[in-house]
């Protein structure tokens, strides 16, 4: 009898197995999402069981992330669902790959109420019509060791850049390492930063916008953050190791990272996040950083396209959602998850509230149109290296040359 049992079991996983059906999805950054993935597949497989999800290499960031699916769509070669940047999605969505999303959100009954605020699938919202399902949203912020601040005499997180340097040189009187500050991620969101901080973005109407006043504030105020906190040309992740090793003692970067500082902290002392300094006050405004899942599929097959879709939904909404949020330190651009499941998590972890508490100031991560977006985001992330690195010193000179290179990669006016 018990022989018979078992081979019906058996019997009944093949069929099960015969009739899964599978999917391919891709992002970026394994060593910040991998553990985000693993925490949501044990729900999702709880609930989809037929639907096996196939996870591709995972792409280094949001730049390579792109590129990779413009290549993947020349060879016929998409994944089902690719999570790209928020400021990636406009090229995609141009060139026809990335594909409205508004046949399936017809077809569901409770789509308003699974969550989803209207300002966050404005972020994904092209020509009127949803493409995408923000899966993660970031603000760059401040993190700090408060016991290297409190060795080096400063009794308070700074506010604005000039207490940041200040801090900077009390904390180097101290013999440790006072500061990064995060020039060199992705998309050049850091300069965004400090344009929106004063109210205005790096293109205004497809044209260049930092060729100003608020331009040449934002390369000054990098030359005096570099220069004046003897700031190393560190990689994202040999700065992100330092800090938490507690050898640095502020750490500018998105609130992606918090979850990857608090489990990979030395242990003996404190972290503190707090909001992202302004240039005098508060900011004026911050990019929304972070992530947006895509329907990329070719793929003919209904229930392989359903199951896609079944999968893009769930990891956007409800507890999908909130894993981003106990996982790392983004905030889950989804009510059901922030206010209903979530409703007690920001009291015991304060040091990822901070960015909840800059929702805010959120604007437009810019992307740069045309042909050539990905190239100016090179030029200025070159330009800014130079400043780094010290090969650039006059900031009205680097200016100049910025707003000529970038003026002659952006689309003409009128062509």
Known sequence: MKRILSIAAAAAMLSTAAQAVEIEVAYPYGGLFGVTYEKIMEDFKKAHPDIDVKFRATYENYEDGTNTVLRESVS???PDITMQGLNRQAILVEKGIAQSLEPFIAKEADFAKDGYHKAMLDLSTFGGAVHGLPFSVSTPIGYYNMDILKDA???KIPANWDEVVDACQKIKAVGKDPMFWGWNITGNWFMQALMWSQGEPVLKAGKVNFGGEEGLRALETMQ???RGCEMRNLSRNDAAKSF???EIGMFFWSTSSVGTIERTKAEGWTLQTAPFPGMTGAPKALPAGGNAALFVSTSKDPARREAAWA???FITSGTGAAAVAETTGYVPPNRAANEIILADFYVRNPNKET?????????EWVAYP???GLAITQVIYDAIERIVVGDADDMKELQEELVEEVTALLPQQGS
Do not use: M
């Not at 960015?355 to 604007?363: D, E, G, N, R």
């Open 311 to 313: 999968f893009l939904k």
């Open 153 to 155: 005499g400063v009794d």
């Open 244 to 246: 938490a090793a507690g």
């Open 370 to 372: 045309g042909e050539n």
């Open 224 to 226: 005096k953050l570099f």
């Open 355 to 363: 960015a909840v508490k800059q929702l805010p100031l959120l604007s």
């Open 76 to 78: 016929g070669n998409l």
